[in-house]
């Protein structure tokens, strides 16, 4: 279970590191192909924006991989809890204030890593 947990956490992390790519670097070259329904001058508009989200995402990022270089068994639960916590919220917020794919995409693989850990 252990290695599930860790396989999962990579891969949180670098959906992460993926989202501030994207969001402060790519905004305005793939945000319109993505994001299809957007007006394309709001990618032009909104580009401090996305890219001060795509910054919360790299903080996201540097936490799960921070939870991942602890050796101490209850800190890096701790850590990883934490940072799982916060994508979640993150993901449900987006989910329902934003896009319905952002839950699924975001949220749901951080709950079932938290649920993993605390439960197997």
């Known amino acids: 279970m252990e290695l599930l947990i860790t396989i999962l956490l990579i891969f949180i992390l670098l959906m992460h590191l993926y989202f501030l790519w994207f969001e402060?670097?790519?905004?305005?070259?793939?945000g319109p192909k993505i994001f299809?329904?957007?007006?394309?001058?709001?990618?032009?508009?909104?580009?401090?924006?996305?890219a001060n989200q795509g910054l919360y995402n790299g903080f996201l990022a540097a936490g799960i991989f921070w939870s991942l270089l602890i050796e101490d068994g209850d800190w890096q639960t701790n850590i990883a809890l934490f940072f799982l916590s916060c994508i979640s919220v993150a993901g449900i917020f987006g989910g329902l204030t934003t896009d319905k794919k952002i839950f699924f995409v975001q949220a749901i693989p951080a709950l079932i890593t938290i649920t993993l850990i605390l439960f197997f």
């Open 36 to 50: 299809k329904g957007f007006p394309k001058e709001l990618f032009v508009a909104s580009k401090s924006l996305a």
């Open 24 to 30: 402060m670097f790519a905004w305005t070259t793939k």
